[in-house]
């Protein structure tokens, strides 16, 4: 098994070492225009291997990433404190193009997933260039916000997060929308959870949800760049998707004409089907709003 990862940033380093502890790959390749760090860290990588799996890791040029099965985008500009997602569009647009062309010159069967910001419209123009199956080329969506909100519910509601089912969708931005209609904890929805719970201290369900859209503002704030939550959910989707688990995640795909986060099927052949979620009205119109920012972008790109 190959993979290939452009970007040796912050983002692509840490997914390399996630990925490298879950013993998947043979072979794990490095893009990165600033050759020096990604040589760097593939050889800091490399010798981490003794205590893993025989793992061949080298820094490479775009033919490089011939026949991987997997590549991961985490190319490119990220945002500077106070920085929308949407701003880092114009700087970036035009690395994703670049790399969607060598793609398909070098590697085009491969399961093509984009990290790269921002995430939905940059995996829309990824898709169209690559002029694949859109059941291949996925970004990482709205993951991450959903990792976040899960292990806010653990923390507030003393629960663990993996017994939280509870997804965000939408723009993976400022739009983003918690569908707390169809959240639930232990099998309850989340609001009949709230109404048997005498807990002195919550922060309500309106915190958690503020609390996980600025999340990526107050990380940036303190640190300058999120990392490893965002390695670790691309590690354990790509582990998904190599082991055929057909796990529902909140991945970034072709939802009508454009590509957000929404729930979906995801196994060995990329996307396998979307989820139909039940929204209250409320939730719905919010998603709709989501769609219509995703859809204006593209439209003002195309123009
Ligand atoms: N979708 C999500 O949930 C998340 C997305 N991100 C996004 O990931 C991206 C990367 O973030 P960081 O790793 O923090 O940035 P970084 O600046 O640490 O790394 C980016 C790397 O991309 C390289 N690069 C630039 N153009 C390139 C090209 N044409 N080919 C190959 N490499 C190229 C740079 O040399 C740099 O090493 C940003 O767009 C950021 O917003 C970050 C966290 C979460
Ligand atoms: C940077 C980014 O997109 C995030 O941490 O959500």
Known sequence: MKLSIYGA?????????????????????????????????????????????????????????????VIIITAGASQKEGETRLQLLDRNVGIIQKIADEIKQYSPQSIVINVTNPVDVLTYVLWKRLETDSAKVLGTGTILDTARLRSLIGINCQVSPVSVHAYVIGEHGDSEVVAWSAATIGGVKIKEFCNCCDRKNCLGLEKIEEEVRNAAYEIIKRKGATNYAIAQATANFVESILKDEQRVWTPSVLYEDIYIGYPAIVGRQGVQRIIPLQLSREEEQKFIHSCEIIRNTLRQLKA
């Open 9 to 69: 940033g912050r983002v692509g380093a840490t997914t390399a070492f996630a990925i490298l502890e879950k013993r998947l790959f043979d072979e794990i390749v490095l893009v990165d225009i600033n050759k020096s760090l990604a040589e760097g860290e593939a050889m800091d990588l490399l010798h981490s291997t003794p205590f893993l799996k025989r793992t061949i890791i080298r820094s490479g040029n775009a033919e490089d990433i011939t026949g991987s099965d």
